[in-house]
């Protein structure tokens, strides 16, 4: 992509309406506009890491054995009203009504879309276990919209979903997200430690949130320090062995969030092992046995003959949330940093001296053989400063800039530096890209 023709609309100044940094950033590099409070368009460069974030999420459900499906964002009042909790909901559901004055709603969830879904399809506990999952618009009222799209009104989640004969059954499927959220987050070089947690709406007495440590996060947060240290991508996992060891090992040590929090166990621990801190909820799933399966009359034959209400779980996960989470954990003054996984490009290509004829020519090359190389080159080839030209990669944070400027074209070099350590080396053409396709592409 040649960057005059990108719509990037960029700012200059720090825009006032935002306090966190991630928010900040998202504006000043044109990710994002806002519509109305807590509801945001995407604009290219930002809608690029929100596609890769969610390929990253579906990639690892589909790993699981997890089906995608996709409800829709506006469903019926009835549905609502069988579970009990049309009128529990409050005000943060958006209720509408359609031209026939029926009520209905703009998802803020699926649990008694999927369990419709689910009760017309399945009879025998031969046809379980099930899961799905979908990535959809939701729509929660939330009383205090902020921090850009970290708390929106509208946002994108992933949402699944799982039906079992039994509590071991549903036990698995927990333990399968539990497993594959690690997984996850750790693609998007993020930290995310499971926690217990509290229910709210969604109910049932199983219960963990994800949490990445920032300074901004919403949460109060309590851990053992070790957590932080576990490696998750170290081997592959296999979906089919009992997961239970591993849920064993990341539960094992003291995880809470400020609802869960018991004072005398975490000081319990060494105070050199304790982390209090604050943190970003990315994902949270839940186990909730028959609250959605019995009032909605989701039953199956059991081995015996005998009908029963199936045991569910649903788990999220935060999409758009996380672009904002991963630029908490991951920017300096100068802008963002994106991890080489979720990057909007995987490397920026600077010509300093546009209209130069011998730059022109050894830019244009690099673009063409970076492109077949099968790398995402966003190039800037305007007639900016250089001072201006660094200023925007770094700001957007793509993994690597390469500069063609007048000295190296007579040298036959360019300079390469890699946007998260600053580290630059003025290296021949080949060598440079040689060393940026055997970093890899995505
Ligand atoms: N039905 C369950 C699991 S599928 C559920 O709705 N869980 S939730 O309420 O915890 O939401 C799942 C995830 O969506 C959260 O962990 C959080 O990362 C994200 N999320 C929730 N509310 C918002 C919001 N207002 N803005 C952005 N992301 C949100």
């Known amino acids: 992509m040649r960057l005059s023709q990108f719509f990037m609309p960029t700012l200059r100044e720090n825009p006032s309406e935002a306090q966190i940094v ?4 998202m504006l000043r590099a044109g990710m994002i506009r806002q519509s109305s409070a807590g509801i945001y368009s995407w604009l290219p460069l930002g809608f690029r890491v929100l596609k890769n974030i969610e390929q990253i999420v579906r990639e690892e459900q589909d790993a699981t054995g997890c089906q995608e499906v ?96 039994d509590q071991a059954g549903a036990r698995r499927a927990y333990n399968k997200m539990f497993v594959a959220y690690l997984r996850t987050f750790a693609r998007m070089g993020l930290k995310a430690i499971p926690m217990a947690a509290d229910t709210g709406p969604i109910g049932g007495d199983l219960s ?24 998750v991508l170290a081997s592959d996992v296999d979906y089919e ?29 060494p105070a050199t092992k304790r982390v209090e801190a604050r943190g970003i909820e990315v994902g949270h799933i839940f186990y909730f046995g028959t609250k959605y399966s019995a009032p909605m009359n989701a039953k199956v034959m059991d081995a015996d003959g005998k009908e029963v209400a199936v045991h569910g779980g649903s ?52 673009y063409a053989k970076l ?35 007048p000295r190296g074209v007579k040298a036959g070099t360019v300079e390469l530096k890699r946007r998260a350590t600053g580290e630059k080396s003025e290296l021949p053409v080949d060598a440079a890209l040689n060393k940026l396709t055997a970093s890899g592409a995505r």
């Open 315 to 366: 788990y999220g996960i935060g999409v758009s949330r996380l672009v904002g989470a991963i630029i908490e954990a991951s920017h300096d003054d100068n802008g963002i940093i994106w991890p080489d996984s979720v990057a909007p490009f995987d490397v920026g290509l600077i010509n300093l001296r546009s209209g130069d004829g011998a730059c022109d020519a050894a830019a244009s090359d690099l």
């Open 70 to 165: 996709l409800m829709p964002t506006i469903q019926p009042a009835e549905l609502w009203k069988e579970s009990g909790r049309y009128e529990d909901y409050g005000k943060e559901m958006l209720r509408i009504k359609d031209r026939h004055e029926r009520e209905m709603l703009y998802g803020p969830t699926n649990e008694e879309q999927i369990t419709e879904i689910f009760r017309a399809g399945v009879r025998s506990y031969k046809e379980l276990p099930k899961l799905l999952y979908h990535i959809q618009w939701k729509f929660r009222d939330e009383v205090r919209p902020r921090f850009g799209i970290m708390r929106g009104r509208e946002f994108l989640m992933k949402d699944a979903y799982s039906f079992d004969i």
């Open 22 to 25: 991630s928010h900040r950033l």
């Open 371 to 405: 492109q077949k190389a099968g790398m995402d080159v966003l190039y800037d080839e305007r007639t900016e400063s250089a001072g201006a030209k660094f200023a925007t990669m770094d700001l957007i944070g793509l993994p690597w800039q390469l500069t063609v400027g």
């Open 208 to 231: 963990h949130e994800f949490i990445i440590l920032a300074e901004t996060g919403e949460s109060a947060v309590f851990a053992h320090r070790d957590l932080v240290e576990f490696d």
């Open 241 to 269: 062995k009992d997961l239970q060891p591993i849920v064993d090992r990341w539960t094992s040590l003291y995880a809470a969030t400020d609802e869960k929090h018991d004072k005398a166990t975490f000081e319990a621990i």
